[in-house]
Structures are given as C-alpha cells and as structure tokens.
C-alpha cells in the first residue's frame, strides 16, 4: 500500500530537519545544500536569476495573454484588476520571503506548510501545487502556440496542416522542448531565462514607453477617454481572480530555494522586486492597450489582442517586435514553470508522500529527471485541452490556496518560534501583513468561475485522499 512510518521518517528526516537542529548531517551552505549521500542540489542561481524567474514566469500572461480577455471583462478597469492582483502577491511575498530564509529549500510553499501546519495541510499543498503549476505551464505553452501562429501568419506561412490548425502541436513541441532543457542542467536553464528576460523587458521598455507617450497625448492621435468602470465593480474582482495567474511567478522563486545561491539575501529580494517589476508592467500595459484601441476592439483581437496595438502604435514593425516578445515571454514563463514543478515534486518525493523514486537524481546533469517527467508529461495532455480561461484559474486557486496557507504558516512559526527558526528577513508589522494576505488569497477565490472552482476543490479532495492511503504514517521532522 503506503510507504511505512519508518521509511517516511527516515526520508522526512533529511529533507525536513534543518542545520539547527542538533546531531543532524546535513548543512545548508550559500553554495550547496549537502546531506550524508553527498550534495543533493547545487546553488547555481544568483540574484539576476531569481528575479528572471519570477519576472520570466510573471510577464508571460500579464502582458501577452490576458490584455483583451481582461479588458472585455473589466474595461478599462482591467487596469485595476492587476492592480489587485499585485497587492495580493506582495502581501503574500513578504511572508514567503521570512520563511524562504529560515528554509531555503526545494519545494517552496509545500515545505513551509508542513513544516508549520503538518502532513497533512502540507501533502494537500504539495500534491495541489504539482498539479497547479502543471495547468499553469499549460496556459503558458497554449499561449506561445498562438503567438507562434501569429508569427506564421505575418511570414506568409501555412498555419494548418491537413486543415489541422498548429497551435496545439508547436505546443507540445515546445513543451518537450523546455523539459528536455531542464533535465540537462538547472543553470543551463537559468541562463536561457536571463537572456530571455533581458531582450524581453528591452522591448517591452520601448513599446510601452512609446505608449504611453502616445496615450497621454505627447503625440499620435488623440482619444476619447472611455468609461472607466462600464461593467461595474463586480467584473473588477472577477478579473483579479482570472488574471492572478499572471503573479505565480515570485512564488516560483521560493520553490527553486535550494538552488538560489546565498538565499538569505537573494530570496526576498528576488520575490519581492519581481512583483513590483512585472504589476507595474502590467497596469501600464492595460492603460496603454485600452487608451490605443479600446476595451471592445480588445475584447474581439483575443488573445494576440496586444499585437494589433502595436500595429496600431508602430505598424508591421512592432507587430513583429511584439511577437517576438510575445514568444519570449510565453517561453520564459512556461520554462520557469517547469523547473518549479520538478522541484515541488522533489521536494514531496524526498518527505516520501509520494514514491520516492520521484527524488532520484540523474547522475549526469544532477537534476531530479523522474520528476522532470511528472512535470512535463501532465502538462502535455492539459496542452491538448487548449481550454484558456480554465487553465488560468484552476492554476490561480490552487496557488491561491498555497498562499493563503503560507501566510498562516507564518503566523504559527512566529507563535511558536521553535530553536532552529532562525530567518535572515523578518516581515515588519506580522501579524497584519500575514493576515491580510491570507483572507485577501482565500477571498479571490470566491470570484473565481464554477469549473475552476470545481476542478480546485477536486484535486484537493484527490490530495488528501491520496495521503490518506499512501503517507498518513510519515512522520515529519521539524513540524511544530
């Protein structure tokens, strides 16, 4: 059936105990986290890394996905949505940054959540957010397949075959692709990410910067200013609950901490700074696409909606420039996603809440290949779905849920405040920060559509009862 008591505490003891605690082998270092067996994960990622992979992971649906779906729902105030949404994610960045000090390890939310809340709350938490970040990356790949045909057509290219359209396929595609890449290296990786984050914010610099100009009437033809709230207030929240996906990103930060080189510092900056970088971006792109075309003309462009703005602003040139970002930033976010979702599983493996095997390492390239595997294989099958809208949230509710967690993680750490709790950051103002952030991440699922509400509560109710049968006898060390 299970794993046993004994097998499960012998694993949790080395992944869940933590240097402080006395007579234990393995020591965390700035460089590499090293057990008995040898070093398990070597810090490779700096600082430009980590906000690469929050801002890589964040930029993608924000900016190039959610633009005309956002503002055909909300108007104008779809500005306002993300705005939510970047309150949010700060309100949850500031807590996960404490307990990403005090537990720089792979896994991220699940491994702060057992630790503080228990197996179960934790195997929930983990199981969720493998599968969470797998409709995430999803969404990701699905978007990249449309850009992808955008860029086909204004080639003069075929964008069907046998009357098959390839949006699906260079999906896929590309979804082996990126895992292929993660399984041969996690700096290998990080690098593609710099690189991709660098040309990707250099032309969105540009292209926004010349829209907003335009729109505050520097130059270019002057707008009517449309009614900021046509739909109401209610659209408004409905939107933030849609669009969060677009804020996965810093907690994909925490999820890598066993990779970031001196977590201490890098981690809260990283998680931090990527969600102020990216909610700016964001809000400035509403204002610029709404105040360009109107929220109507959005709404009908769909999902490519961002390139008939840069038509509008730049003509064939920044339709090609737009592209090119758009594929960038698609692939950005869906390769960070990947390396997070191996490293959740790593983590739920090595607590032996699901099989172990899923930890075994690959001992070429030193990455966790078996849970590469699990995370781009589920990815695959979602991507064949192409459903957007739902992929969006059902990824948004099981983060959300995450978040909400952690924050109360938070507040149980610091009211028990056990010896080895020793964080190198400390949220000012706690229990308010944390508090917040978890009815602010547990009340923006309530305006979340019916399926994804469905499908959230689902996968849930199939994690608690996997850990029932499997691992309710794994005991974990360092749980308060």
Same mark, same amino acid.
């Given at each position: 059936?299970?794993?046993?008591?004994?097998?499960?505490?012998?694993?949790?003891?080395?992944?869940?105990?933590?240097?402080?605690?006395?007579?234990? &082998?393995?020591?965390?270092?700035?460089?590499?986290?090293?057990?008995?067996?040898?070093?398990?994960?070597?810090?490779?990622?700096?600082?430009?890394?980590?906000?690469?992979?929050?801002?890589?992971?964040?930029?993608?649906?924000?900016?190039?996905?959610?633009?005309?779906?956002?503002?055909?729902?909300?108007g104008p105030a779809a500005a306002g949505s993300f705005a939510i949404g970047a309150v949010i994610a700060l309100l949850v960045a500031l807590p996960a940054s404490e307990l990403a000090t005090a537990m720089p390890k792979s896994g991220g939310g699940y491994y702060f959540?057992?630790?503080?809340?228990?197996?179960?709350?934790?195997?929930?938490?983990?199981?969720?957010?493998?599968?969470?970040?797998?409709? @995430?990356?999803?969404?990701?790949?699905?978007?990249?397949?449309?850009?992808?045909?955008?860029?086909?057509?204004?080639?003069?290219? &075929?964008?069907?075959?046998?009357?098959?359209?390839?949006?699906? &396929?260079?999906?896929?595609?590309?979804?082996?692709?990126?895992?292929?890449?993660?399984?041969?290296?996690?700096?290998?990786?990080?690098?593609?990410?710099?690189?991709?984050?660098?040309?990707?914010?250099?032309?969105?610099?540009?292209?926004?910067?010349?829209?907003?100009?335009?729109?505050?009437?520097?130059?270019?033809?002057?707008?009517?200013?449309?009614?900021?709230?046509?739909?109401?207030?209610?659209?408004v929240f409905t939107t933030a609950?849609?669009?969060?996906?677009?804020?996965?990103?810093?907690?994909?930060? @925490?999820?890598v901490a066993g990779d970031i080189k001196k977590p201490g510092r890098n981690l809260p900056l990283a998680m931090v700074g990527s969600v102020l970088i990216v909610g700016v971006l964001y809000v400035a792109t509403i204002f610029v696409a709404t105040s360009a075309m109107g929220y109507e003309a959005l709404r009908q462009a769909g999902e490519t909606a961002i390139v008939n703005v840069a038509n509008q602003f730049l003509g064939p040139v920044g339709v090609v420039a737009i592209l090119l970002a758009g594929l960038l930033a698609t692939v950005s976010s869906a390769n960070a996603s990947i390396l997070s979702t191996s490293r959740a599983v790593f983590a739920v493996s090595k607590d032996a809440l699901i099989p172990e095997q899923a930890s075994r390492m690959n001992l070429k390239y030193g990455t966790p290949h078996v849970a590469l595997a699990?995370?781009?294989? &589920?990815?695959l099958v979602l991507v064949a779905l192409g459903e957007t809208e739902v992929l969006a949230e059902v990824a948004s509710f099981l983060h959300l849920i995450m978040y909400g967690l952690m924050c109360v993680a938070l507040i149980a750490m610091r009211r028990n405040e056990p010896e080895w709790y020793d964080p190198d950051f400390r949220v000012p103002a706690y229990p308010l920060v944390a508090g917040l952030g978890a009815i602010s991440s547990f009340g923006l699922i309530f305006f979340m559509q019916l399926a994804s509400q469905i499908i959230g509560v689902a996968i849930m109710i199939a994690a608690a009862g996997w850990y029932k049968y499997y691992a309710s006898d794994v005991t974990l060390k360092g749980v308060l």
């Open positions: 059936m299970g794993s046993t008591h004994e097998n499960g505490e012998a694993n949790t003891n080395r992944a869940g105990e933590t240097p402080a605690q006395v007579g234990h &082998p393995e020591e965390v270092t700035d460089e590499t986290t090293v057990t008995e067996e040898g070093t398990e994960l070597e810090r490779s990622i700096g600082l430009t890394g980590g906000i690469a992979i929050g801002v890589g992971t964040m930029i993608g649906a924000g900016i190039f996905v959610f633009p005309g779906i956002a503002a055909g729902r909300a959540i057992s630790r503080a809340l228990g197996a179960l709350p934790g195997a929930v938490v983990g199981i969720s957010i493998w599968l969470g970040l797998v409709f @995430a990356t999803a969404f990701y790949l699905v978007g990249f397949g449309n850009y992808a045909v955008e860029m086909l057509q204004q080639a003069g290219l &075929p964008t069907a075959i046998a009357g098959i359209g390839v949006v699906t &396929p260079l999906a896929l595609v590309f979804g082996v692709l990126l895992t292929i890449l993660n399984l041969v290296g996690t700096e290998n990786a990080a690098k593609l990410q710099n690189y991709v984050v660098g040309l990707l914010l250099s032309i969105l610099v540009a292209f926004l910067g010349y829209g907003g100009l335009d729109a505050l009437g520097v130059f270019g033809t002057q707008t009517t200013p449309e009614t900021f709230m046509p739909f109401g207030v209610a659209p609950a849609l669009v969060f996906t677009s804020y996965l990103g810093f907690a994909q930060v @925490a999820t699990m995370a781009g294989g &589920p990815v």
